[in-house]
């Protein structure tokens, strides 16, 4: 265990360099020029130098690579090149609105996506399973975006339930109205991606009800939903933890698609609106940071599984 | 690779389905370059935000432009990208596959940490990095998707490809003195094509997600491009106001994606003789 432990995150820190690299060489060495880039195709020779000097462009690569991950490690992202204010403040702020939504999702995600799957995978051959799968299939394929816009449609407007779009400007400091604003936003993606856990949830029961121990306690007496219950069901949601590491980079991806439809002030929002002024500071520290996340929840995910799963144990 | 492949994908109404759409989208694409309903790009400030009539079958936007002929004239930017995606993915999760299952002993290793690294990267998140260097355009969702899901491509082809490799015709090549390129052009990848074109299908399906979010997001294609994605995003402001309208879009991403899907799930069923078995097994 201590073994596996120590090579996950070896993988891990591995991980988090590779990506680093990567988004330093997309962002900083891509360009060519990277002033000329921050500064627009309007820009004065004069102002392309000031913003050369200010980033430090004028000194080796590998010193700038360094000099930012020493920042990252000491939890400072730089500074906005607009604004000057710290990134990681703002960083911080925009998490309070991206880390519940991402949890809320992922909670409506397998909130419909475990049971329903399991249902359809009992129901088997029977019109009511046909239904649910064919769903799930469908649903697969719906843009996140359409999900929401039909989701606005059905209970944002029509019903008058939830507030459509928007965040309190307080933020949590009025929790009702904060939480009220992330449900439509969650279901949206939590929608699309139960619909994924459905569809492996499905194919994982429908294993377990061929597998012989199960059809053995169903030869034995027991009814064979109720031999599934007890002893398939624990393998299988043990499967799905698995893919909830996977699930966690769509639901971060689906947020930046989300806030923005919705009008939350997230992360996936802060990205979009700095892309577009071009801040380069700010963009290669929040690509870190969400795919940082990605990897980190991978890894407590691989953990938790191979600490869970006694399959994973044996097979090791 | 012969006809009986193509006969069991027919067979199954799912193959049946997503195989029906892809020619229909192709069709219209072909058709779109040389005849639309009306002009996709006419406005027309006196009808705008029509429901459905006669002249306008899906109605106007709020320009009045007829957004039956955009979606039409929308199918040959959807036709492009999910082509081009899928050859680049081809590229890079053959080239990738291949190194880490033939390539030099000291680069397996390396290779198969960088996929598994590598596949953290969400498209989404690639295609937003290179555009804020590129600016916006299709070629940045093209190249996205094609690196994004090469990898996954390169993860499952990989085994394959490796296991191909050891067989007796590929061997008994090899010893008869073909070189290492020819071998796995002519002997490996065509033995490992249904895996290949399962993949395709499905990293065409992705494509045509992550064009529509990114159209959405703004960037993806410039405005003189007919794209599905952005008149969703264009729609989407007036949805409680006109909602008929924002459907069309919608559907059409749906329906395509949906499709690609279908078609790759029925052909991974009729290509994988294990597939057909195991499922004969659990219905018994």
């Given at each position: 265990m201590l073994r596996f432990l120590a090579t996950r995150v070896a993988l891990l820190l591995l991980g988090l360099l590779v990506a680093a690299v990567l988004i330093f060489a997309v962002l900083r060495v891509l360009p060519g020029d990277v002033a000329q880039v921050v500064g627009g195709t309007q820009a004065s020779a004069a102002q392309v130098a000031r913003i050369r000097s200010e980033l430090g462009l004028d000194r080796p690569v590998v010193l700038q690579f360094l000099d930012w991950i020493g920042g990252v490690a000491r939890l400072d992202l730089g500074r906005s090149l607009v604004t000057g204010s710290p990134v990681a403040a703002e960083l911080g702020q925009k998490l309070e609105v991206t880390l519940p939504l991402a949890g809320l999702s992922l909670l409506f995600g397998l909130g419909l996506g475990l049971p329903l799957g399991v249902l359809s995978a009992v129901l088997h051959r029977r019109a009511g399973g046909f239904l649910i799968a064919a769903a799930a299939q469908l649903l697969a394929?719906?843009?996140?975006?359409?999900?929401?816009?039909?989701?606005?449609?059905?209970?944002?407007?029509?019903?008058?339930?939830?507030?459509?779009?928007?965040?309190?400007?307080?933020?949590?400091?009025?929790?009702?109205?904060?939480?009220?604003?992330?449900?439509?936003?969650?279901?949206?993606?939590?929608?699309?991606?139960?619909?994924?856990?459905?569809?492996?949830?499905?194919?994982?029961?429908?294993?377990?009800?061929?597998?012989?121990?199960?059809?053995?306690?169903?030869?034995?007496?027991?009814?064979?939903?109720?031999?599934?219950?007890?002893?398939?069901?624990?393998?299988?949601?043990?499967?799905?933890?698995?893919?909830?590491?996977?699930?966690?980079?769509?639901?971060?991806?689906?947020?930046?698609?989300?806030?923005?439809?919705?009008?939350?002030?997230?992360?996936?929002?802060?990205?979009?609106?700095?892309v577009g002024n071009r801040d380069l500071v700010k963009v290669q520290s929040e690509l870190l940071v969400l795919t940082g996340l990605i990897l980190v929840v991978g890894a407590v995910v691989d953990v938790v599984h191979r600490l869970v799963d006694p399959r994973e144990r044996e097979a090791a | 690779m012969s006809a009986t492949w193509l006969r069991e994908l027919l067979r199954r109404p799912a193959g049946a389905f997503g195989a029906a759409v892809l020619v229909l989208l192709v069709l219209c694409a072909l058709v779109s370059l040389v005849w639309t309903p009306q002009d996709p790009f006419a406005t027309d400030p006196f009808h705008r935000w029509q429901g459905p009539t006669a002249a306008h079958p899906f109605g106007t936007d709020g320009t009045g432009r007829d957004i039956l002929s955009y979606v039409f004239a929308g199918t040959r930017t959807t036709v492009l990208v999910a082509v081009l995606s899928a050859a680049v993915a081809a590229v890079v999760g053959v080239v990738l596959a291949a190194l880490g299952a033939l390539g030099p002993r000291r680069l397996r290793e390396p290779l198969a940490v960088l996929i598994d690294v590598l596949i953290a990267f969400?498209?989404?998140?690639?295609?937003?990095?290179?555009?804020?260097?590129?600016?916006?355009?299709?070629?940045?969702?093209?190249?996205?998707?094609?690196?994004?899901?090469?990898?996954?491509?390169?993860?499952?082809?990989?085994?394959?490809?490796?296991?191909?490799?050891?067989?007796?015709?590929?061997?008994?090549?090899?010893?008869?003195?073909?070189?290492?390129?020819?071998?796995?052009?002519?002997?490996?990848?065509?033995?490992?094509?249904?895996?290949?074109?399962?993949?395709?299908?499905?990293?065409?399906?992705?494509?045509?997600?992550?064009e529509a979010g990114l159209s959405f997001l703004g960037y993806g294609a410039p405005p003189s491009t007919p794209s599905w994605g952005r008149l969703l995003n264009d729609l989407q402001d007036y949805v409680t106001l006109y909602p008929l309208t924002v459907i069309w879009p919608g559907l059409a991403i749906t329906v395509t994606v949906l499709a690609f899907n279908l078609f790759g799930d029925a052909l991974r069923e009729a290509t994988d003789p294990r597939l057909v078995r195991s499922r004969s097994e659990r219905t018994r």
């Open positions: 394929a719906v843009p996140v975006v359409f999900a929401g816009v039909l989701l606005i449609l059905l209970l944002g407007s029509w019903l008058h339930l939830l507030p459509v779009q928007g965040f309190p400007l307080d933020g949590w400091r009025q929790p009702g109205r904060a939480f009220a604003s992330l449900i439509l936003p969650a279901l949206t993606i939590g929608v699309v991606e139960g619909a994924v856990v459905l569809r492996f949830t499905r194919s994982a029961t429908l294993e377990a009800l061929g597998q012989d121990h199960v059809r053995a306690a169903a030869a034995r007496g027991m009814t064979l939903n109720r031999a599934l219950v007890v002893h398939g069901l624990p393998g299988v949601l043990l499967s799905v933890v698995s893919v909830i590491g996977l699930e966690i980079a769509a639901l971060l991806v689906g947020a930046v698609v989300v806030e923005q439809l919705f009008q939350l002030p997230g992360v996936g929002r802060m990205l979009v609106a700095d | 969400p498209v989404l998140l690639i295609a937003i990095m290179l555009s804020a260097v590129l600016g916006p355009s299709l070629g940045v969702v093209v190249i996205a998707t094609g690196i994004g899901f090469g990898v996954n491509i390169a993860r499952v082809s990989r085994g394959e490809i490796r296991r191909v490799a050891r067989t007796g015709y590929v061997l008994a090549a090899r010893a008869a003195g073909l070189g290492p390129v020819r071998t796995l052009t002519d002997h490996v990848l065509p033995n490992t094509a249904p895996v290949l074109i399962v993949q395709l299908s499905l990293s065409a399906a992705v494509a045509v997600l992550a």
